[in-house]
């Protein structure tokens, strides 16, 4: 089985520019959330998808970033107009979704951003 | 607000001893806590989930007691070897958690480096 992969693994863009990331959860989980880990900061929370709904996207930072997830398989997270403090690293994950809290979280292995 | 903390944020060992990681955690209404473990470049791995109602959980060199009432959780890796190296994070899952248990709240992590 597959896990969550992310693509790409490292980006290295302008100031101003546009980037956009990509999750592919593992097949046949619901759950989908966005994290990202700036330089010298705890791993933090962005937003969670179920299937193709936002669930939750309180730890999103303002508008520049917008996620989707169309069909409820793989998901997007796009920075427009990426900014100096955006960089860092944007990790994916996936879980199912059965009612349980005991599910196993699994995790990609980032995206690395880099903004100058 | 709830406010993850790790202590020490590095720990360097020989190869044998045992390593003892500690995670507070500021508000115990938690659904349940996560260690993970990440490799440099890599993604997370959950190692060991422990559900607010559980005392520890067991998974062979390891052993995570959590203390909800206090607070705290201890990771404990016996017999350390120079393949423990690596990045320890824990994380707290928000109560009530419809839904939600993989919002997770992560520490800073504690840098391991088991000398050979």
């Known amino acids: 089985e597959a896990g969550v992969t992310q693509f790409p693994s490292h980006s290295v863009i302008e100031k101003g520019q546009t980037v956009t990331l990509r999750c592919d959860p593992i097949?046949?989980?619901?759950?989908l959330y966005w994290y990202r880990r700036v330089m010298g900061k705890e791993i933090k929370f962005l937003l969670h998808?179920?299937?193709?709904?936002?669930?939750?996207e309180s730890g999103m930072p303002n508008n520049r970033f917008l996620a989707e997830r169309t069909g409820g398989t793989y998901s997007t997270l796009k920075v427009q107009p990426a900014e100096l403090e955006d960089s860092g690293v944007y990790f994916c994950?996936?879980?199912?979704?059965?009612?349980?809290?005991?599910?196993?979280?699994?995790f990609g292995e980032g995206s690395w951003l880099t903004v100058v | 607000k709830q406010e993850v903390t790790q202590i020490p944020a590095a720990l360097s060992v020989p190869e044998g001893e045992n390593l003892v990681l500690n995670c507070s955690f500021t508000?115990?209404?938690?659904?349940?806590l996560q260690w993970f473990r990440q490799d440099p470049g890599k993604g997370l791995t959950s190692l060991l989930l422990?559900?607010?109602?559980?005392r520890e959980q067991t998974s062979g060199r390891l052993n995570a007691s959590l203390d909800k009432s206090s607070g705290r959780s201890t990771l404990y890796i016996a017999a350390s070897q120079p393949g423990d190296s690596a990045t320890y994070l824990c994380?707290?899952?928000?109560?009530?958690?419809?839904?939600?248990?993989?919002?997770?709240?992560f520490g800073a992590g504690t840098q391991v480096v088991v000398t050979p």
């Open positions: 998808f179920v299937k193709e709904s936002k669930q939750d």
């Open positions: 994950a996936s879980s199912r979704r059965t009612g349980s809290s005991g599910n196993t979280i699994y």
């Open positions: 508000d115990s209404a938690i659904y349940n």
């Open positions: 097949s046949g989980h619901d759950n």
């Open positions: 994380a707290v899952s928000p109560y009530p958690a419809t839904d939600s248990w993989g919002k997770l709240q």
């Open positions: 422990i559900q607010s109602s559980q």
